[in-house]
């Protein structure tokens, strides 16, 4: 199944880590980007992984954040069009869904001025900040998880995430 250094030698092996993390990897890209990138992105994520899956190590970290740090500079690639995104969502509010008009009011209302508040506070984070707390909020990853999907140290991930929880308290009153 793996190689004694923890690489993932064997396609069918890939295979089920596909199964078992494609879903929540292209749901993590979506929350990041607009939904129509994150079925491309998911898909470009796994194909990386499977390219480079002879030099995953198990001693460096699991699989889940070894996925979510490809999928994580992925994104990092669309950094603009995301923050555009958040600024133009803080202006605007949420986009509207498929739901009836009276039901869009409604939520419109009820979550507009959070949403707006929220979106300007991501956009006014750094990029690093960005990524660990959407990591750690989006994906449920652990501090170690996140490190190891960035490829930092757990310090810099508490640090920056103790950053930008402060800028975020700030920045939504």
Sequence with gaps: MRASKGVITAPDVFEAIFEAHYEEIWRYIGRRLDLDVA???AAE??????RQRDRFDSAVGGVRPWLYGIATNLIGRHRRAEVRRYR????????PDDEGHDQRIVDWL???????RLAGALARLSQG???????VAYAGLRYDEVAAALGIAP??????????RTKLRKGLG
């Design 39 to 41: 079925e491309d992105l």
């Design 45 to 50: 994520t796994f194909l990386i992984a499977f």
């Design 88 to 95: 133009a969502m803080a202006r605007t509010g949420p986009p």
């Design 110 to 116: 009820t979550a507009k001025v959070t949403v707006d």
């Design 129 to 135: 900040e960005r990524d660990v707390v959407l990591l």
């Design 155 to 164: 310090g810099t991930v508490a640090s920056r995430l103790s950053r930008a």
